[in-house]
């Protein structure tokens, strides 16, 4: 099976910058995306792509800050986090499917997660 391992979370002043990656174990010709979890709030979805990188989507939250890529050779995905903000605070997760989707359940493979703190 294939295993998702994220990494890149840290802590950043309001304003700065970040870069998850996700990197898989094996091959994946899935849509890849990065989902987030504050704390005592429900999962949210962040941002997805599909295999070929052709198409992206965006949450409204993500738009014009955050970037999502692969790098297939790499078996890698990111995701740039640019000006970021206290409320960007959450546990980041990446996940992969087999459809573009928006929604958790359109996802069967999870990573553990890594935290990104948005200090004010």
């Known amino acids: 099976q294939v295993q998702l391992v994220e990494s890149g979370g840290g802590l950043v002043q309001a304003g700065g910058s970040l870069r998850l990656s996700c990197a898989a174990s094996?091959?994946?010709?899935?849509?890849m995306g990065w989902f987030r979890q504050a704390p005592g709030k429900e999962r949210e979805f962040v941002a997805a792509i599909i295999y070929s990188g052709g198409r992206s989507l965006y949450a409204d939250s993500a738009k014009g800050r955050f970037t999502i890529s692969r790098d297939n050779a790499k078996n890698t995905v990111y995701l740039q986090m640019n000006s970021l903000k206290p409320e960007d605070t959450a546990v980041y997760y990446c996940?992969?499917?087999?459809?573009?989707?928006?929604?958790?359940?359109?996802?069967?493979?999870w990573g553990q997660g890594t935290q990104v703190t948005v200090s004010s």
């Open positions: 094996g091959r994946t010709f899935s849509t």
């Open positions: 996940a992969s499917g087999p459809i573009l989707s928006a929604t958790g359940g359109g996802y069967d493979r």
